[in-house]
């Protein structure tokens, strides 16, 4: 089916890890985006990308880094993961900007 | 500086109602809005947008209302149903090359049966 699929949909690691979350979609839509969400943050950009091999820093980008060989992949990596990165993570689409996107189910990432 | 604000963080209905969900905001340079819906274990699902050359948009049960002079928005649902029930995020963009969404805190709606 057609859509926007992120894996894992949870994951528990411990501090000083890598860990790299994964996005999917089978739209080919351009625009690519990761979030977090955190307990009275909202949603916080971290990273988007306007295309294959395009990327930009969001609001919240320490820490993480991004790639996009790929149209319908965009991988998130957490290079040494801290406890302060414990969150949810979306990964989200947009065929020709920003509005409206399309957001993958999240992964519930634990950092202990 | 949160530029985009939900203060009320839920809201309690009863089905048949009107929901009212509200949403400010601080940077004159927003000129579209989005609000998304969100369930439990769920990615936000987009609802319903308005540009700022409007003051209107409805679909359906759903319609937002833009103030531009006051700077804010709602999200009105009529009438309201149980399956409304979820968390709802007001969003807004700068447009432009801007590819920045900036979301609110979100507002948890029950309507009850």
């Known amino acids: 089916d057609a859509g926007i699929t992120q894996s894992p949909r949870y994951k528990i690691t411990e501090t000083g890890r890598q860990v790299t979350l994964m996005c999917h979609q089978t739209?080919?839509?351009?625009?690519m985006f990761w979030y977090r969400q955190d307990l009275g943050h909202g949603l916080r950009l971290i990273y988007y990308?306007?295309?294959?091999?395009?990327?930009d820093k969001g609001e919240v980008p320490d820490g993480y880094v991004v790639s996009r060989s790929k149209t319908e992949n965009f991988p998130l990596t957490l290079e040494s993961a801290t406890r302060s990165q414990t969150s949810v993570y979306f990964c989200?689409?947009?065929?020709?900007?920003?509005?409206?996107?399309?957001f993958g189910d999240g992964t519930r990432l634990s950092i202990l | 500086d949160q530029q985009v604000k939900q203060n009320s963080p839920s809201l309690s209905v009863q089905e048949g109602r009107i929901s009212i969900l509200n949403c400010d905001y601080t940077?004159?340079?927003?000129?579209?809005f989005l609000w998304y819906k969100k369930y439990p274990a769920e990615g936000p699902t987009f609802l319903i947008s308005?540009?700022?050359?409007?003051d209107k948009n409805e679909d359906g049960r759903f319609t937002v209302f833009l103030n531009k002079s006051a700077k804010h928005l709602s999200l009105h649902i009529v009438p309201s149903q149980p399956g409304d029930s979820a968390v709802y995020f007001c969003?807004?963009?700068?447009?432009?090359?801007?590819?920045?969404?900036?979301f609110g805190k979100g507002t948890l709606l029950t309507v009850n049966p």
């Open positions: 989200a689409s947009s065929e020709f900007d920003v509005r409206p996107q399309h």
């Open positions: 739209w080919s839509h351009s625009y």
């Open positions: 990308s306007a295309a294959a091999d395009i990327t």
């Open positions: 940077n004159s340079m927003f000129d579209y």
């Open positions: 308005i540009s700022s050359i409007k």
């Open positions: 969003a807004a963009n700068q447009g432009g090359s801007n590819y920045k969404l900036t």
